[in-house]
């Protein structure tokens, strides 16, 4: 059994614009030379970058601009294969998600970025006192978890009461994060990470809660990038309620092709947000296959909105998967905004749309997608 994380701390990069660097981050990690490399992932502002680095004696240097303190992702890998220690380390990758601002930064570990000692950033002080406020990121507890997991014995992974317990402390852990995040926030109007984090602290819970907080927060860190995204999040339950009209939205197919959700107008209209790199969503594709096969020729359609940011990736994803239907993305990862309008907080999701442009359904998933487009169609 593996622990399955649904919450997307997406880092998705995106072109950004020529600029003048206004950060540099150098650091010195063991003695690695080639194929070592160190991979930085970050974005500020719904703006983001990948860059990669070869480690000559374990050092490197990131240069580049941000518009407002990064959200970054932070790979070593010794093989120099980013996804592999992400994705094919059985969660215990030697991965780091860290802030930093438009200053210059030095980090230092004898044998990995997870344990680095960074110095001179005054954004990553703040996060560090920031998360023992409120408790580890959800990455650390999904870490930590898989740790436990990989340190288990014969007899315990055999033990579904071991999972069961396991999964409880994860739970656990979240949701004392999510309700610290609040109580942070309340006490700490002016604060870049408890507005940053409250996108967070809205998964299971009300948003009128969230927004009674979020009205008291400064004037400045509710009109900036993130306060604005998270307003859009916590009325998009009113958007997109039973019976409201789907908030429409162009997106381009992968030959770079205009689609709108209007252009279904007469039709059943399945709205698919998914990504490549989404286990649960891929795992769904036969299921969508089988029912688009029954009943495309009644008048149902799915058009597929993808979170993804690598274009390659999507594409390949779409292939492996046989997926037949329009399938649209704008290529911006989690800052998609389809995604904000209709308040997605993780993938797989979806909404059902009516030949008349109304919202009839959302989030079915399996049996309960198939019983639904049965009583429709037939």
Not at 30 to 58: H, Q, R
Not at 123 to 144: C, L, Q, R, W
Not at 190 to 216: G, Q
Not at 307 to 314: E, G, I, Q, R, T
Request: net charge positive; with cysteine; hydrophobic share 40%.
């Amino acid at each position: 059994m593996k622990l399955k994380l649904f919450i997307l701390a997406a880092f998705a990069p995106m072109a950004l614009a020529a600029q003048t660097p206004n950060f540099t981050i150098t650091g010195k990690i063991g003695n690695y030379n080639k194929p070592a490399k160190i991979y930085l992932d970050y974005g500020s502002d719904g703006n983001g970058k990948s860059d990669s680095c070869e480690l000559v004696n374990g050092t490197f240097k990131f240069t580049g601009s941000i518009t407002n303190i990064a959200s970054g992702r932070m790979t070593l890998s010794r093989e120099g294969i980013r996804d592999k220690e992400i994705y094919g380390a059985g969660g215990i990758g030697d991965v780091i998600y860290p802030s930093f601002g438009k200053e210059n930064i030095h980090i230092t570990s004898a044998d990995s970025l997870y344990n680095a000692k960074w110095t001179g950033s005054k954004a990553y002080d703040e996060s560090i006192a920031f998360i023992k406020a409120v408790g580890p990121p959800v990455m650390t507890i999904h870490h930590n978890a898989n740790i436990a997991l990989n340190r288990a014995t014969p007899e315990q992974k055999k033990d579904t009461l071991f999972f069961k317990a396991l999964d409880k402390k994860v739970n656990e852990m979240q949701a004392s994060r999510r309700t610290k995040i609040l109580e942070f926030a309340a006490k700490n109007p002016d604060s870049y990470f408890a507005m940053h984090s409250l996108a967070e602290a809205n998964y299971k819970t009300k948003p009128e809660v969230i927004l009674a907080v979020f009205n008291k927060m400064s004037e400045k860190l509710r009109l900036s990038y993130d306060g604005q995204s998270l307003y859009k999040m916590l009325n998009a339950d009113k958007v997109t309620a039973m019976g409201a009209a789907a908030p429409n939205f162009t997106q381009k197919d992968p030959n770079g092709k205009a689609i709108s959700l209007s252009d279904y107008k007469g039709k059943y209209v399945l709205v698919e947000f998914w990504a490549s790199w989404c286990a649960p969503c891929r795992a769904e594709s036969p299921n969508l296959l089988k029912q688009y096969a029954a009943f495309k020729d009644k008048g149902f359609e799915i058009l597929g909105v993808s979170v993804d940011s690598d274009k390659a990736k999507w594409l390949d994803a779409i292939k492996k998967d046989g997926l037949t239907w329009t399938q649209v993305s704008d290529l911006k990862g989690w800052e998609s905004e389809a995604r904000k309008v209709y308040g997605i907080s993780g993938v797989p999701a979806n909404f059902l749309i009516s030949p008349e442009g109304k919202i009839i359904g959302s989030h079915l998933m399996g049996e309960a997608l198939n019983k639904k487009l049965a009583e429709l169609m037939n």
